[in-house]
């Protein structure tokens, strides 16, 4: 018998429905919908938040939860109906902490957020903004204050992004990534001249941009008939489920290289949402579990193979065939050589892979002297410009380069930037071990054959969504918990590929 697990389950499925209905929302905002319809819209998701939010934390989920690890009677605790109970438990016991008032609240100031972001960064005006920062770090505050349970404020945060990790070991891991990432930047930066991107600049009509696009992501797995992709001013991916799939990208006529590799970042978030096993469908397992491990799909997908020597050689003689004209006689070694150009440059989305971990650790700072109140909001650009000097050694020339670019603070979403550097290091770790399973991958992916890679993925990782932690993920799939080492190493070899050096 188990007709309380069955119950719980019956419960997560109409839970994640809603969940789903909010993602569906949330996509059409930052799609479709007209400017206008913001605060309809934001209402609707804050409703849909409390009744979500009710459901989730009332005594009945308590009372299933409790009955239904009864029933468990000793399965294995990495079949599904044991990690149900336990990833709905660890969840539950968070979320009844946080009245449902301020659940919906948080929902409702985030997507107000938004719409005052996408004004106030086309404006440059950061005053235009900082009420909405300060109404949302105030409600992160209250959040944070519902809790006894953490070492510091933004382990609260942090945790809900990456259950588990904590600031300290960020923290370390962090100075680490810094301390490897600093000479490879300095060396790579003596030998600039050696390196030359202008076959990304010149003009790229968006319509042949979006056949290239097409054809990439459908190498890649996309498939038409149960994903979509579409224009975004933030790219991002969603989950409606496995078989409905949202990607966006967005589009620079002089550029290809934004809306590509945007594209290929975002289809890597989409296979892990496609990936995972239908029997955890419908269920709060069936969506990847730590935005870390789900950043390490996109950035693999993104820089890993889209800017790898060996899809180089795939991508240049289409882009010479598509574009013609100035990169009309396009070779792989020009086109690998200028994707990977070093460059300190101030927009986080378009950082190279030597820089991007400085951005993140900036906002990580940033956000932790926010949350604790050491930092006022008025204050923020000012703070923003003076670290980006000492780590870039760059003037900031105006907010929509500095502390306006990034859409998380407006939706709420602070203690999120970690996970884009962590998802690094995990890449790291998995590119390795991928590696060291197909000793042919590089081969394949030289011959456009990226399923393997993909294939790869999901059985090692997509297929069982959120059933393990980071760590236990890892310590299953690499035999390690998440290290620096991996990603500084790939990272060396291919920089002393790219600037003909023997990098230290
Ligand atoms: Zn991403």
Not at 264 to 289: F, K, N, V, W
Not at 365 to 385: K, N, S, Y
């Amino acid at each position: 018998m188990r007709n309380e697990l069955d119950q719980l389950r019956s419960r997560m499925a109409e839970i994640t429905d809603l969940r789903n209905t909010a993602h569906l929302l949330e996509w059409d905002q930052q799609t479709m919908m007209p400017p206008r319809g913001g605060a309809s819209r934001a209402e609707s998701i804050a409703t849909l938040e409390r009744i979500r939010h009710d459901m989730f934390v009332s005594a009945e989920t308590g009372r299933l939860l409790d009955a239904a690890a009864g029933e468990l009677d000793g399965a294995d605790s990495a079949s599904d109906d044991a990690a149900l109970v336990r990833v709905v438990r660890r969840r539950w016991d968070k979320a009844r902490r946080v009245p449902t008032e301020l659940a919906a609240e948080i929902a409702r100031a985030g997507s107000i957020g938004q719409e005052a972001w996408v004004r106030a960064r086309a404006n440059n005006d950061f005053d235009a903004f900082a009420p909405y920062l300060t109404r949302n770090l105030e409600l992160a505050r209250r959040y944070v204050d519902c809790f006894d349970t953490f070492d510091c404020p933004y382990d609260v945060l942090l945790d809900d992004f990456d259950p588990g990790m904590a600031t300290a070991d960020v923290t370390r891991l962090f100075d680490e990534l810094k301390a490897a990432l600093v000479p490879v930047i300095g060396e790579v930066a003596q030998h600039a001249d050696r390196v030359d991107d202008g076959p990304l600049h010149g003009t790229f009509p968006v319509e042949r941009q979006r056949q290239l696009v097409f054809e990439v992501v459908e190498r890649m797995g996309f498939d038409r008939a149960g994903w979509r992709i579409d224009d975004a001013v933030h790219p991002f991916a969603t989950g409606l489920g496995s078989q409905d799939v949202r990607i966006t990208t967005r589009w620079d006529e002089h550029f290809f290289a934004s809306a590509l590799f945007s594209a290929m970042h975002e289809c890597g978030h989409g296979l892990y949402e496609a990936g995972i096993d239908s029997s955890l469908q419908r269920t709060p397992l069936g969506s990847g579990e730590s935005l870390s491990v789900h950043e390490s799909q996109s950035r693999m997908w993104e820089n890993m193979v889209g800017r790898g020597r060996a899809f180089s050689g795939v991508l240049a003689p289409r882009i010479a065939e598509l574009f013609g004209g100035s990169v009309a006689d396009l070779d792989a070694t020009s086109l690998y050589r200028a994707v990977n150009r070093v460059e300190p440059s101030h927009i986080r989305v378009e950082a190279d892979e030597a820089t991007y971990g400085l951005h993140i650790v900036l906002r990580f700072e940033l956000e932790q002297e926010m949350i604790e109140g050491r930092l006022p909001v008025a204050e923020v650009p000012e703070a923003w410009d003076a670290r980006f000097k000492e780590y870039f050694g760059l003037e900031v020339p105006d907010p929509a380069h500095g502390a306006l670019q990034d859409v998380h603070w407006s939706a709420g979403l602070i203690g999120y930037f970690p996970t884009y550097a962590l998802g690094n290091l995990i890449a790291g770790q998995l590119w390795e071990k991928a590696h060291a399973d197909m000793p042919d991958l590089e081969a394949a992916i030289g011959a456009g054959e990226l399923s393997g890679l993909r294939e790869w993925l999901r059985e090692n990782v997509h297929r069982h969504g959120a059933k393990f932690s980071t760590p236990e993920l890892l310590q299953r799939v690499v035999g390690h918990p998440i290290e620096v080492a991996p990603f500084v190493r790939y990272l060396r070899a291919k920089l002393s590929d790219v600037y003909e050096l023997d990098l230290p």
